[in-house]
């Protein structure tokens, strides 16, 4: 056996898990193998250590109040963004492993970096054009993400618009990074 | 007679096993009291699994709510049932790694390169061990075990952690 498939009994065998001549190619291959047998050393102490360290249990209503602050936070962001992928710590598992992982974030970075973009092109475009006719009323129908449902009534900021201090927020709002969308324009977004 | 209990034992870990899936079924379905149940029956496991990793209560409780925040929240998305216990690990793990992280960058000096944890490491490795009951009894000998567990490399830890972790449940 070579290095690697010794690599995948060490732990069985450290559990007393392997078959005798597993056991035994195991024990051949430590004998002669520096890399191996240092790697098996660190692993029976690291083991060892942990056993020794006894797991103190929280008391018994730690378990309920733990629940109870769970739902609550749960609710409070299932409210707030609805389908929010967790990347990297939920996707790994889901997508594969590795390089799948990175280029799904790779494009999702990309686009979110072309959306502010455009966005911020369109702002500039937008507070030009207000500035030029200030008295005319604008209708600007913004189409989000699909995935993106907003904040609750309560949580959406009034704010009066203004093209250069809220324009960062307003396309933040659009990508679904930051909620206000303002409504003194009647800019409306509008869900797909 | 052997035989007929053999047949019956794995009956009953069959519906046992169909038990388990309906449960996670209605969980991704939203349904409250199959989260519950599912919280009821791993929340000790992720636990331990984070404790082990991070060493104290409050930490490992802020890791325990997220890994189940994050498991509801994300339940729909998890295809293959048979999955959840794995996946349920992984995500207590991968929320240890970056909580400790992030622990680690609040104390200015990573962990690993502190030189007392070293030399406890030694300590607790070597000198002490020979009699693991008086190691448990001893706390200021005890403080010296975490503290060296905290020296260890993350990656040997995660890899005994998670596989003790999956010996639990099998
Ligand atoms: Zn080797």
Redesign the interface.
């Known amino acids: 056996m070579d290095c690697q498939e010794i690599g995948k009994y060490l732990?069985d065998y450290l559990?007393n898990e392997t078959s005798n001549s597993i056991s035994q190619a195991v024990e051949e291959h430590l004998n002669l193998c520096n890399h191996c047998r240092s790697e098996w050393e660190?692993?029976k102490?690291?083991?060892?250590?942990?056993?020794?360290?006894?797991?103190?249990?929280?008391e018994d209503t730690?378990?309920n109040k733990?629940?109870a602050?769970?739902?609550e936070?749960?609710a409070a962001?299932?409210v707030a963004m609805p389908i929010?992928?967790?990347a990297?710590?939920?996707d790994?598992?889901?997508h594969g492993h590795g390089q799948s992982t990175n280029w799904h974030k790779r494009i999702s970075y990309l686009i979110s970096v072309a959306a502010t973009i455009i966005f911020i092109i369109a702002g500039y475009w937008m507070s030009n054009k207000i500035a030029e006719k200030p008295d005319e009323e604008y209708n600007t129908v913004i189409v989000v993400e699909p995935e993106w449902r907003g904040m609750p009534a309560s949580q959406n900021l009034h704010t009066n618009f203004q093209p250069d201090a809220d324009f960062s927020k307003f396309s933040g709002a659009a990508i679904g990074i930051i909620s206000p969308v303002s409504q003194g324009l009647r800019v409306e977004a509008v869900l797909k | 007679m052997l035989k007929l209990n053999l047949k019956q034992h794995s009956s009953d870990r069959a519906n046992l096993r169909e038990l388990h899936e309906t449960v996670i079924e209605r969980a991704q379905e939203g349904d409250?009291l199959a989260?519950?149940e599912l919280?009821?029956r791993y929340?000790?496991v992720v636990?331990?699994l984070a404790?082990?990793m991070l060493?104290n209560?409050s930490d490992t409780?802020e890791v325990?709510?997220e890994t189940?925040?994050?498991?509801?929240?994300?339940l729909h998305?998890?295809r293959n049932t048979k999955?959840f216990t794995?996946?349920l690990y992984?995500?207590a793990m991968?929320?240890s790694i970056?909580h400790r992280k992030t622990r680690t960058r609040r104390r200015m000096l990573p962990i690993d390169e502190r030189p007392e944890y070293v030399s406890n490491?030694e300590l607790?490795?070597t000198k002490h061990?020979r009699n693991?009951g008086q190691?448990?009894e001893n706390k200021e000998l005890?403080g010296q075990?975490?503290n060296?567990?905290d020296g260890?490399?993350e990656q040997?830890?995660a890899?005994?952690?998670m596989?003790?972790v999956e010996?639990m449940s099998k």
């Open positions: 732990l559990d660190a692993y102490k690291t083991n060892m250590l942990i056993q020794l360290r006894n797991v103190p249990q929280p730690y378990w733990a629940y602050a769970i739902a936070k749960l962001r299932i929010e992928h967790d990297g710590i939920v790994d598992f889901l | 409250e989260y519950k919280y009821r929340c000790r636990y331990t404790y082990q060493g209560h409780d325990v709510q189940f925040i994050r498991v509801f929240k994300n998305r998890l999955a794995s996946w992984q995500i991968n929320l970056d490491y607790a490795t061990v693991p190691v448990l005890l075990i975490n060296a567990i260890l490399p040997q830890r890899v005994i952690i596989h003790e010996g």
